[in-house]
Nanobody
Framework: QVQLAESGGGLVQAGGSLRLSCAASERTFSSYGMGWFRQRPGKDQEFVAGIRHIGWNGADTHLADSVKGRFTISRDNAKNSVYLQMNSLKPEDTAVYYC?????????????????WGQGTQVTVSA
């Protein structure tokens, strides 16, 4: 089973930025769709972003409406890694953020497209 390790969380003021990183333990999974979801205190898991590899060096991405225009997802297959750049952070972005692997090669569009995830990293945005 692939192991995913997230890093980059922390405390930031509203309007600030953070970059989350996720390293996968197996190169095979760099071919799969990957993404991020979050869980806010007392709330259900919420899809944030998905990405899949296309062609030689391309990628297809999908972002939740709540983060569109503020967050960007990217991946580096050579490093078996996926990233979430979060800008213009808001207090409501406070959550534990999880890196996840999709069921297959498709672009993840919702929580049901993920089959495994890491331990998560805490992001706290102060007002």
């Amino acid at each position: 089973q692939v192991q995913l390790a997230e890093s980059g969380g922390g405390l930031v003021q509203a309007g600030g930025s953070l970059r989350l990183s996720c390293a996968a333990s197996e190169r095979t999974f760099s071919s799969y769709g990957m993404g991020w979801f979050r869980q806010r205190p007392g709330k259900d898991q919420e899809f944030v972003a998905g990405i899949r590899h296309i062609g030689w060096n391309g990628a297809d991405t999908h972002l939740a409406d709540s983060v569109k225009g503020r967050f960007t997802i990217s991946r580096d297959n050579a490093k078996n890694s996926v990233y979430l750049q979060m800008n213009s952070l808001k207090p409501e972005d406070t959550a534990v953020y999880y890196c996840a692997v999709a069921n297959g090669l498709e672009l993840p569009l919702s929580m049901s497209d993920f089959r495994s995830w890491g331990q998560g990293t805490q992001v706290t945005v102060s007002a």
